[in-house]
């Protein structure tokens, strides 16, 4: 018999997961819906004749694709970037110690604190003379150092016995070797946690890619749509709408093939004994 503080607890769960899905389905929805069933005074969730001519619209008239990619190679080279830096930094930080270890990892927890919008005029006048304006690496760089995952990272290292590092010297592997070989299999899934909340986290970026981007075929996807409903789709929100489905969907996906890795990070200890 299931008592009736866990009742409440699962019905309120229940509610939160409705409220917090309610906005995704009803942009679902409107993505199928022709623009008049948009506006009607009686409006239904769910479309009376939908279609799918907003999507096409959207291949057609934008460069939905063109964000896409940009989109892609901006997270993948922010993550790959933040796991080179993190990784190192978090085992020197849980594993090393050198002067002013204490100092700096305070550093670190200090840029957690601060909004990184504070940084935003320094990187760019940074960015501006080195000529990297409406690049690439004007939308990577920036974030390649990541307080949130070197802190992560080292709290994972922490819990590792220093008996795997010991014995890794013992074998003859250099540090390269013990980063590549037992560190990382053994941190994979922190490696997989941080990477959702990286990929998630830049694919959404809307402000800095309005600050550094010149051109329209150089915009991620949140400024690309933004861009796109401003020209071309209007008060056409059905449009709108299925270009938001579309730039949304590779994110679902990646957490959908990523759920256990992500989960596991969250319920279990690197470690098992």
């Not at 299999?185 to 909340?197: H, S």
């Given at each position: ?210 600050i550094v981007v010149q051109s329209s075929n150089m915009y991620t996807p949140p400024a690309g749509i ?26 679902v996906v990646t957490f959908l093939l990523a759920r256990r ?13």
């Amino acid at each position: 018999m299931v008592k009736p503080f866990r009742l409440l607890v699962i019905l309120f769960l229940v509610i939160c997961a409705v409220l917090s899905f309610f906005p995704f389905f009803l942009m679902l929805s409107t993505s199928f819906k022709p623009v008049k069933e948009v506006f009607q005074i009686s409006t239904h969730l769910l479309p009376q004749n939908p279609n799918i001519d907003n999507y096409i619209r959207v291949f057609r008239e934008s460069q939905i694709v063109r964000f896409l990619a940009n989109g892609a190679i901006v997270t993948v080279g922010i993550l790959l970037g933040q796991l080179l830096v993190v990784i190192p930094a978090s085992y020197a930080f849980a594993k090393l110690s050198f002067p002013g270890q204490r100092v700096l990892f305070a550093v670190v927890l200090a840029a957690l604190v601060f909004p990184r919008y504070i940084a935003a005029v320094p990187n760019f006048l940074l960015l501006s003379k080195l000529r990297l304006i409406n690049t690439y690496a004007a939308l990577i760089l920036p974030f390649i150092g990541s307080p949130f995952g070197i802190f992560l990272m080292r709290q994972y290292f922490k819990q590792i016995p220093s008996e795997y590092f010991e014995a890794a010297r013992i074998d003859g592997c250099n540090l390269l070797q013990m980063l590549s070989q037992v560190l990382i299999p053994l941190i994979r899934p922190a490696v997989g946690a941080f990477a959702i909340f990286s990929i998630v986290t830049h694919w959404n970026d809307f402000f800095w890619p309005l600050i550094v981007v010149q051109s329209s075929n150089m915009y991620t996807p949140p400024a690309g749509i933004v861009y796109f409903a401003d020209v071309e789709a209007g008060t056409n929100w059905s449009v709108v709408m299925a270009a938001a489905v579309v730039i949304i969907t590779p994110l679902v996906v990646t957490f959908l093939l990523a759920r256990r890795q992500f989960i596991s990070s969250l319920t279990h200890s690197t470690i098992k004994g």
